[in-house]
């Protein structure tokens, strides 16, 4: 089983900054099958990006994900949200998929 | 649009069953496979299992197998989480998810069903 591992547990910034989200695979991810999720207090999760960097359909380019860029495997994956904006604040989750049993990670939470 | 519209929050006793669906609309239902996801309590998401409802081909997750059993009717496009006997650490919302038709991320989700089990 992939274990993915979220950090920071939670980040607090002001709006307009910049937020790193990492995510780290006990395994390396192939084809850079790694998705990204946001959760708002109270809401389903919404899916942002898959293929670790694709971005879904609505979703603003003040996010951006980010994978392997050699090889299209590995085991270290980011999202950044550029400018912060109050409707930010969630937990945001990432997924790998591609082997069984597909996991998520823990999440991190971004605070404004 | 695409659609998945989960049933109402429900309030359980411990042993007691409970069966909540999850409705699809707006594409076909039986071409993409439908998963169910577990959030206690100010945790995080956890994929309990999967199914493919055009031949009701299901995948359980390690920790959720024989558990739960997964179910779905496409001649009502719906999909279904079942508990033979419920206990208090089944407490949490449940939502199901649409997997994408090419790969395995989850790109519609539903809205959630809060299930409680308390006495």
């Known amino acids: 089983e992939i274990v993915l591992t979220q950090s920071p547990g939670t980040l607090s910034l002001s709006p307009g900054e910049r937020a790193t989200l990492s995510c780290r695979a006990s395994q390396r991810i192939y084809s850079n099958n790694l998705a990204w999720y946001q959760q708002k207090p109270g809401q389903a999760p919404r899916l942002l990006f898959y293929a670790s960097s694709t971005r879904a359909t609505g979703i603003p380019d003040r996010f951006s994900g980010r994978g392997s860029v050699t090889d299209f495997s590995g085991t270290d994956f980011s999202l950044t949200i550029s400018g912060l904006e109050p409707e930010d604040v969630a937990v945001y989750y990432c997924?790998?998929?591609?082997?069984?049993?597909?996991?998520f990670g823990g999440g991190t939470k971004v605070e404004i | 649009e695409v659609q998945l519209v989960q049933s109402g929050a429900e309030v359980k006793k411990p042993g007691e069953s409970l069966k909540i669906s999850c409705k699809g609309s707006?594409?076909?239902?039986?071409?993409?496979?439908i998963g169910w996801v577990r959030q206690m309590p100010g945790k995080g998401l956890e994929l309990m299992g999967l199914?493919?409802?055009?031949?009701?081909?299901?995948k359980y997750s390690p920790s959720f197998q024989g558990q739960v059993t997964i179910s779905a009717d496409k001649s009502i496009n719906t999909a279904y989480l079942q508990w033979t006997s419920l206990r208090a650490s089944d407490s949490a919302i449940y939502y199901c998810a649409r997997q994408a038709i090419a790969d395995d991320y989850f790109d519609t989700w539903g809205q959630g069903t809060l299930v409680t089990v308390s006495s």
């Open positions: 199914i493919y409802p055009g031949d009701s081909d299901s």
């Open positions: 997924q790998h998929y591609g082997s069984s049993p597909l996991t």
């Open positions: 707006g594409y076909s239902f039986t071409s993409y496979w």
